[in-house]
């Protein structure tokens, strides 16, 4: 199952025609897509405007492939589930967003390895045919907690004992 997630502030309908259009063309691959404020009617997938936490997190375990916007919440998801996502940013200079942050997460989170990414619609075909021959697989995953050398680097720069059980600062900081 392919879930399409356009986040929850603004609609995204390059992107929810975009897939609807490649639908017909995956042989019967189940399509959900949750496209909040959505303008574009859909005719080739199954589409609502929300998904409540449940059924959202539900379609999400059940989904072999997350296609969505460059929403942090999403590719978290994507990344502690190890699941595949492919990212097309929004575009403030086509009326998307308010700026290009998306963009900039993008090209970061891809130049780091850690997500598909394509900037244009006509990409995005080749990239789910790439995932169906599996070709296209999670590139990164991360822990739902901070690793333990997180953990110590923060306590060893707070100057934080990590004898005691009360993990109050050896020295508080004086206040001017």
Not at 3 to 32: H, Y
Not at 113 to 120: D, P, Q, S, T
């Amino acid at each position: 199952m392919i879930f399409l997630i356009t986040g929850t502030q603004a609609p995204f309908d390059r992107l929810v025609k975009c897939m609807d259009e490649i639908a017909p063309s995956l042989n019967g691959v189940e399509i959900i897509a949750q496209i909040n404020q959505s303008k574009y009617k859909v005719k080739n997938m199954k589409s609502v405007a929300m998904l409540n936490p449940i059924d959202f997190n539900e379609n999400f375990s059940r989904a072999d492939l997350i296609v969505s916007h460059a929403g942090m919440g999403t590719i978290i998801s994507a990344l502690q589930n190890n699941k595949p996502v492919i990212i097309l940013p929004r575009s403030a200079a086509l009326g998307e967003h308010r700026n290009e942050h998306q963009l900039a997460t993008a090209k970061i989170l891809e130049k780091l390895k850690y997500i598909h990414v394509i900037y244009e619609e006509k990409e995005l075909e080749a990239k789910i045919f790439s995932f169906l021959k599996g070709e296209l697989i999670p590139l990164h995953a991360i822990e739902n907690s901070a690793s333990s050398s997180l953990i110590g680097s923060i306590q060893e720069y707070l100057n934080i004992s990590t004898t005691n059980d009360t993990h109050k600062p050896q020295s508080a900081p004086e206040m001017n």
